[in-house]
């Protein structure tokens, strides 16, 4: 019998806490950029497009190992409506990993501005120039940035919960090195020889 897998492989883990370090310094990029003026508004658009460019590379080789390798069984004992909000969680987290940055590229197209990602390196437009559809796409960009970082608060608290309250597994599942975990008991009733008296514990 083959022991069911308890933790994601070293490429799931290490390509989730590199995104999350990514996602992480975007989002705070992001409120910057919203929050300054020249010429720090500059210095923090460069640094936002090849990040969300890496942001949506990652997520595609994320994907395409998630569906290759799978990942490990929920707890027996999950109610059943944790299960199925993990499950949409997941679905909405993967979503806009993908999104938001494919609307970045197409909101800056929109706009006729370039997506340099470095010096020499820049990404053709996926939309033709429109200030209609720019206007439309930052709006979507900016709002679905709030409800990302919304959903990365519930991703986290929903990891702290199954590390300090659960200790169920699921955490350490995708934990950077192998944590120490609540072993499970099972209890075992001994057996008897025939004709032998049973031993009396004193």
């Known amino acids: 019998m083959i022991a069911e897998r308890r933790r994601f492989t070293a490429v799931q883990r290490l390509l989730h806490w590199l995104m999350a370090l990514f996602i992480l310094a975007m989002l705070f990029i992001g409120v910057g950029m919203v929050s300054t003026v020249m010429p720090k508004y500059l210095t923090l658009v460069s640094i936002h497009k090849p990040l969300g460019i890496a942001i949506l590379v990652l997520a595609m080789i994320r994907l395409a190992v998630r569906l290759r390798s799978g990942a490990p069984p929920l707890p027996a004992d999950l109610p059943a409506p944790m299960k199925r909000a ?113 031993m009396r514990v004193p």
Do not use: C, N
């Open 86 to 198: 993990a499950e949409l969680s997941h679905y909405a987290l993967y979503a806009l990993m993908i999104a938001m940055p494919l609307i970045g590229w197409a909101m800056l197209s929109a706009a006729a501005y370039p997506v340099t990602l470095f010096p020499g390196l820049i990404l053709p437009a996926i939309l033709p120039p429109s200030d209609r559809l720019h206007a439309l796409l930052w709006s979507a960009h900016f709002y679905l940035a709030f409800a990302f970082f919304a959903l990365i608060l519930l991703h986290l608290a929903a990891g702290l919960f199954h590390a300090l309250v659960r200790r169920d597994g699921v955490f350490q599942s995708m934990a950077p090195v192998e944590l120490g975990g609540t072993a499970s008991v099972k209890t075992t009733t001994p057996t008897r020889v025939p004709g032998s008296k049973p």
